[in-house]
């Protein structure tokens, strides 16, 4: 299982960026796609999810409304389109997943260690 986050760089407030996370080894079709974030000295925490069943999408309430996950089958790739970006969306951006915890609306108090598999993180800094 591997998982590939990139698409992060430096955007000014109010801008956009879109992440990817490129799964290998398994397929994403099957099991849930999380995108967590650790900003610097804070805890690492749950930003939004896409289920593996039907499609369903949660999101944190910081990033609601603001922010977009969405899968591409084919490429085994899903995204985390962000917008209207805030200097406190500054973080390290991590996709991850698990084949037993589920995509539903508690992503934002998910705690990581429930999760098993991780990508390296992708830098997204957002200047005011």
């Known amino acids: 299982v591997q998982l590939q986050a990139s698409g992060g760089g430096l955007v000014q407030s109010g801008g956009s960026l879109r992440l990817s996370c490129a799964a290998s080894g398994f397929s994403s079709d099957y099991y849930p796609i999380f995108w967590f974030r650790q900003a610097p000295g804070k805890e690492r925490e749950g930003v939004s999810c896409?289920?593996?069943?039907?499609?369903?999408?949660y999101y944190a309430d910081a990033v609601k409304g603001r922010f977009t996950v969405s899968r591409d089958r084919a490429k085994n790739t899903v995204y985390l389109q962000m917008s209207s970006l805030k200097p406190e969306d500054t973080a390290v951006y991590y996709c991850?997943?698990?084949?037993?915890?589920?995509?539903?609306?508690?992503?934002?108090?998910?705690?990581?260690?429930?999760?098993?598999?991780w990508g390296k993180g992708t830098l997204v800094t957002v200047s005011s």
């Open positions: 896409i289920s593996s069943s039907d499609g369903s999408t």
């Open positions: 991850a997943t698990d084949f037993d915890e589920p995509c539903n609306g508690g992503i934002a108090t998910m705690r990581d260690y429930r999760v098993d598999y």
